[in-house]
């Protein structure tokens, strides 16, 4: 019914940029929140940033100041600006939405994308 598509992960050398997009599309009837996270080999999925309709965002400590999150309600779009990129940003990154579908406007449900690789080398 729902489908997160993520695009632009790569292969980035240390201080580089990237940047990644979501789409969300099916039968979307409002998005609360989308965000981006990310899992590193060996280690648990973590928050990167979110965004709500509104545009309220929140970001993790690590990524602060290096990372821009921007989102398109009308498009059903979140993308994610990635500057000064670390080693230690190598992961898989996950879109993610807080969504009602149509005919279900009471219900919130979760989805997430399949993942994009970023890797940085150093």
């Known amino acids: 019914q729902v489908q997160l598509v993520e695009s632009g992960g790569d292969l980035v050398q240390t201080g580089g940029s990237l940047r990644l997009s979501c789409v969300a599309s099916g039968s979307i009837f409002s998005i609360n929140t989308m965000g981006w996270y990310r899992q590193a080999p060996g280690k648990q999925r973590e928050l990167v940033v979110r965004i709500t309709s509104g545009g309220y965002t929140s970001y993790a400590d690590s990524v602060k100041g290096r990372f821009t999150i921007s989102r398109d309600n009308a498009k059903n779009t979140v993308d994610l600006q990635m500057n000064s990129l670390r080693p230690e940003d190598t992961a898989v990154y996950y879109c993610?939405?807080?969504?009602?579908?149509?005919?279900?406007?009471?219900?919130?449900?979760?989805?997430w994308g399949q993942g994009t690789q970023v890797t940085v080398s150093s």
């Open positions: 993610h939405a807080d969504l009602r579908l149509i005919g279900e406007s009471s219900v919130f449900r979760e989805y």
